[in-house]
């Protein structure tokens, strides 16, 4: 029989009890080709295409790490690689890339006059929404939310009071439900300070809770003046 071939069993073929006992018994006999040991080569089997039979052989037997740097590199494995880094960098991990560069300035030059070759490293992770929000407030060009972040904005500043007495919180309480949500993700940093380009970065992030199509500084803009005038925000640094 071919190895490929399946046998498809009606179970009313069987006396009562015994179809049964046949279904453990492939399942058995399938658990048992499972457990073979595998050796370290990969077997790769092709079929023919509609177009007719593709180039090489049907069945080879390959190298597993070179088999498994060609699918790394390949498109078609794509998608799955770029999930799994996405898993990985989600879950808390960590990628870290080493090589050589050289240092070539006096002080590394050995005394047969070749540089030294200094290590370098990267690193990759998840950053903390503090680190994304320092980043975007300080670093020059920032570019989180699709643009670059302009000087203006990581200069406009804003104090977030919140619910800072009895007359803020009934204020907020008349404040319609996205006005609501983006003093609540404000507060939801633990930050008091915020810039404009902070501000867009956290209502970028959290578009889905305002339930609205429009950009979110649009929002924030509408909103923003009623803010201020009921004390929830305070308008700091440049105009």
């Known amino acids: 029989m071919d190895q490929d071939s399946t046998v498809v069993v009606e179970e009313s073929e069987f006396l009562p009890g015994e179809g049964l006992d046949a279904v453990k018994e492939s399942a058995r006999e399938a658990e048992a080709v499972l457990s073979l040991k595998m050796s370290n080569k990969v077997r790769v089997q092709r079929w023919p295409g509609p177009l007719g039979p ?3 052989q049907s069945l080879i037997i390959l190298d597993l790490n070179k088999v ?9 494995m794509m998608p799955w690689i770029i999930e799994k880094v996405r898993e990985h960098l989600k879950g808390g991990g960590v990628f870290t890339n080493r090589g050589q560069t050289v240092h070539d300035d006096e002080e590394a030059l050995v005394p047969n006059g070749q ?6 490293r990267s690193e ?50 008349k404040l319609p439900r996205q006005a609501k949500v ?6 939801d940093t633990g930050r008091e300070n ?3 380009a902070s501000i ?16 979110p500084m649009k929002l924030w803009g509408f909103y923003r003046h009623r803010f201020v005038d009921d004390g929830h925000v305070e308008e700091v640094g440049e105009d």
């Open 54 to 56: 593709g180039g090489g």
């Open 68 to 76: 498994s740097e060609a699918r790394a590199r390949s498109g078609f």
């Open 115 to 120: 540089a030294l070759y200094m290590q370098v």
């Open 124 to 173: 990759y992770r998840l950053a903390t929404e503090q680190e994304v929000l320092d980043y975007v407030d300080h670093a020059q060009f920032a570019n989180i939310t699709g643009h670059r972040v302009s000087a203006r904005a990581q200069e406009k500043g804003y104090i977030l009071h919140y619910h800072e007495g009895v007359p803020l919180i009934e204020a907020y309480d």
């Open 182 to 187: 983006i003093l609540d993700l404000l507060n």
């Open 194 to 196: 915020f810039t404009e």
């Open 200 to 215: 867009e970065v956290i209502l970028t992030e959290h578009i889905d809770d305002l339930k609205t199509r429009q950009e």
